[in-house]
């Protein structure tokens, strides 16, 4: 099993300022087969990212993910106030399908 | 717009059983795999379940977590999938989601509002 860790815990932030959001596995993700979701208080996960940088349906361009292999990273460029939230990376290249432990985003 | 409707939660004694299901609408529910995904407080988010939509015959994949208890079905008639939980245990106390992918990938594009699955004497 694929075992993602993602750093900080808690990222606190002005609006605006850049975040950069890190998840790590404990093995290499096949094809790059690595999604970011967003999820806020009360309501289900959102998917933002998936291919490792492939933004999905109506994602905006303030959101870019990177990375190969064990390493990849979730970029805000300029967080407005509705990104403050808790993000989450899910790797889907192998089985089972697994998910980091997450990363809140917080005003400063 | 692609909508998903879960029901079915409830609060159930250890090694009880539940029936989850799910009802969409917006899509062609028989050109999709669906799947179920919890989540706990403590261990965050959880695959549980994935059905295919091979017309052939359904094949389905479960974590080690749930191997052997879960059961997910789908009945296209009726554009809904099901998740029969059964032998519960406490760590199953969670929100379930069912989900929907996208590109024939086993990625969530579309979620559902949830329902609460409670294990408790």
């Known amino acids: 099993e694929i075992v993602l860790t993602q750093s900080p815990g808690t990222l606190s932030l002005s609006p605006g300022e850049r975040a950069t959001l890190s998840c790590r596995a404990s093995?290499?993700?096949?094809?790059?087969?690595l999604a970011w979701y967003q999820q806020k208080p009360g309501q289900a996960p959102r998917l933002l990212i998936y291919g490792a940088s492939s933004r999905a349906t109506a994602i905006p361009d303030r959101f870019s993910g990177s990375g190969s292999g064990t390493d990849f990273t979730l970029t805000i460029s300029r967080p407005e106030p509705e990104d403050f939230a808790v993000y989450y990376c899910?790797?889907?290249?192998?089985?089972?399908?697994?998910f980091g432990g997450g990363t809140k985003v917080e005003i400063k | 717009e692609v909508q998903l409707l879960e029901s079915g939660g409830g609060l159930v004694q250890p090694g009880g059983s539940l029936r989850l299901s799910c009802v969409a609408s917006?899509?062609?529910?028989?050109?999709?795999?669906m799947r179920w995904v919890r989540q706990t407080p403590g261990k965050g988010l959880e695959w549980v379940s994935s059905?295919?939509?091979?017309?052939?015959?359904?094949?389905?994949y479960y974590p080690d977590s749930v191997k052997g208890r879960f059961t997910i079905s789908r009945d296209n008639s009726k554009n809904t999938v099901y998740l029969q939980m059964n032998s519960l245990r406490g760590e199953d106390t969670a929100v379930y989601y069912c989900?929907?992918?996208?590109?024939?990938?086993?990625?969530?594009?579309?979620w559902g509002q949830g329902t609460l699955v409670t294990v408790s004497s």
């Open positions: 059905i295919t939509n091979t017309p052939s015959g359904f094949k389905t």
């Open positions: 093995q290499s993700v096949s094809n790059n087969y």
């Open positions: 989900a929907k992918g996208t590109l024939g990938l086993p990625i969530f594009e579309y």
């Open positions: 917006g899509f062609t529910f028989s050109d999709y795999a």
């Open positions: 899910q790797q889907y290249g192998s089985s089972p399908l697994t």
